[in-house]
């Protein structure tokens, strides 16, 4: 799993390794020369979520794969046969795949906005790039995210018959879901140290914003009105996301380009924003936490 | 603006703490757009000018909130200065916590591979040093065991042996040698008097007079986050030792 997260950073890296030249100069301006230096305590970071979240557990690191399939187990339960609301075929397949995604934003924030708090003795204590710290919680978050999609999508494309030429849109909305996540998760650590209201209202919205989004419903089926139903597809800025990825894995078809396009400017924006943010903060950090 | 590697400028450093327990205040402050009544900011360094040059062993010494340890965060550039500049050249390793940010549940040997990358070193650069720090840290096979079963001692011993070992160009050092036992605190010292032989700066903060005039032939004086002698170290520790003699002012 650690190797895993690792070669996900990797890639990413090795993109930043050769890069196009706008990229060099979006990278210093972002300032990630100095996390390419530490990319090694990036690693050591990772190994270190991992390991004290279930150090000591007999089940360990499967944790992390067990928790969200007993969920998605509780949640079928509950909508698909208990109040049996369901209107799409393969109902457990279709919230399954959209309840993946949400759980992947979901415990990324939730796991993040503590975590420079978590680590305030090495932030007192130790320079070295902050950011490390919530981009470990978001990453070890992603590869349970693509472990647990993996064996969801799985089943999904082979019970729906759904493999087709979109599975190799697949990265890149992982990626650009990833970045999306990365970007709010640094937002919401470093506002969390200074305002420590932050988590507990992030905590309080998160179950609201859960049920808004198209996790058990398509939008479509459940709302005639055009406004409300722009609010949930686009205001929602997990909507697409979720829409995007279980396009490819239900519906076996491509996103449509106006949600392709809206995830990767979604992504990107996010990201910028959430580095910057991060940046002009954390000079303080050391003090505050 | 580039210093030397091992030289420290620190030109009229002043830097302020909010003694408050929401020290960033809090979500309502914000929204209301005032801070609510407490107490007055502590100026922690009021106008420090410090010049240190590569190879140059000073020791701080001063009363508790004097000012030193924060010093030590803002040379090792932990904590912004609010005006003022500091400058610090080359490879800057602060020893301000031994086992500061050590996993629990790790043992010793991936504890240094996680210490070193804090120091931005990467995994060969570690690994070269590796049988070193062991060695140095005498922990024999308990380097496998997670750190938290280790005593206090074996801990601040793996600490400071992860950090002699971080070829740095500046030392600083807050007042963590009191911990080993004796055997290891004259290691510990003949370890950075080797370093100071090999051309490194050494900036120690102290309580420890004794250890102070022994390793350093500079002494800063702080009170109230200000200068008050800089100069050799016979002499400061004669001025240090008559000013806390002296009962100055009431406050103290």
């Known amino acids: ?289 | 603006m580039a210093a030397a590697a091992g030289e420290i400028v620190l030109k009229d450093a002043t830097r302020a703490f909010s003694v408050r327990a929401d020290r960033g205040g809090t979500l309502k402050e914000l929204l209301l757009g005032r801070r609510a009544a407490g107490p007055a900011p502590i100026r922690a360094l009021d106008g420090v000018s410090l010049s240190i040059t590569p190879g140059e062993t000073v020791g701080i010494v001063g009363r508790n909130g004097a000012g030193k340890s924060s010093t030590l965060r803002v040379l090792a550039g932990i904590i912004p200065l609010d005006a003022g500049r500091v400058e610090a050249g080359g490879n800057v390793v602060g020893l301000l916590e031994l086992g500061a940010g050590f996993g629990r549940d790790f043992s010793g040997r991936e504890n240094i591979l996680l210490n070193g990358a804090l120091h931005g070193l990467d995994k060969p650069a570690i690994e070269a040093v590796m049988d070193a720090i062991i060695d140095f840290s005498e922990l024999g096979s308990f380097i496998d065991v997670p750190v938290k079963t280790y005593s206090s001692g074996m801990f601040v011993r793996l600490g400071f042996a992860i950090a002699a070992h971080l070829a740095a160009d500046t030392l600083l050092i807050d007042e963590v040698l009191a911990v080993g036992d004796e055997a290891f605190q004259r290691k510990c010292e003949a370890r950075i008097a080797a370093a100071v032989a090999g051309g490194v700066t050494l900036v120690l903060v102290s309580h420890d007079a004794s250890l102070v005039e022994r390793t350093c032939e500079r002494v800063v004086v702080l009170d109230g986050g200000r200068v008050h002698f800089d100069g050799p170290a016979a002499e400061g520790m004669a001025f240090y030792h008559r000013s806390m003699g002296t009962p100055v002012g009431a406050s103290a």
């Open chain 1, 1 to 289: 799993m650690t190797g895993a997260a690792c070669a996900l950073m990797r890639v990413i890296w090795t993109f930043e390794h050769t890069p196009p030249s706008w990229w060099s100069e979006a990278r210093q301006w972002l300032a990630m020369a100095d996390f390419l230096r530490f990319r090694f305590l990036f690693e050591q970071m990772i190994r270190r979520e991992l390991r004290q979240k279930y150090q000591g557990s007999a089940l360990g690191l499967a944790w992390y794969v067990v928790n969200p399939l007993v969920l998605m187990g509780a949640y079928y339960l509950m909508f698909g046969v208990v109040f049996d609301v369901a209107s799409e075929d393969d109902y457990p397949l279709f919230l399954m795949v959209g309840l993946v995604v949400w759980m992947f934003f979901s415990q990324s924030l939730l796991g993040a906005a503590p975590s420079l708090l978590d680590q305030g003795s090495l932030i007192r204590k130790a320079r070295f790039p902050r950011e490390t710290i919530p981009a470990a919680v978001v990453s070890v978050q992603m590869v349970t995210f693509c472990a647990v999609l993996a064996l969801v999508g799985i089943v999904t494309v082979a019970f729906r018959g759904t493999a087709s030429l979109a599975l190799g849109l697949l990265p890149l909305v992982l990626a650009a879901t990833y970045a999306f996540t990365l970007g709010l998760a640094l937002a919401v650590s470093v506002l969390h140290a200074y305002f420590r209201d932050v988590a507990p209202i992030l905590s309080a919205a998160l179950l609201p914003w859960f049920f808004l989004s198209p996790i058990f419903f398509r939008p479509d089926r459940i709302i005639e009105e055009p406004a409300a139903r722009f609010v949930l597809e686009w205001v929602n800025p997990v909507a697409p996301f979720i829409e995007a990825v279980r396009a490819i894995l239900y519906s076996g078809v491509a996103p449509s380009l106006a949600t392709l396009a809206y995830v990767v400017i979604a992504a990107a924006v996010a990201l910028v924003a959430g580095r910057a943010l991060f940046a002009r903060l954390q000079g303080e950090l050391a003090v505050v936490v």
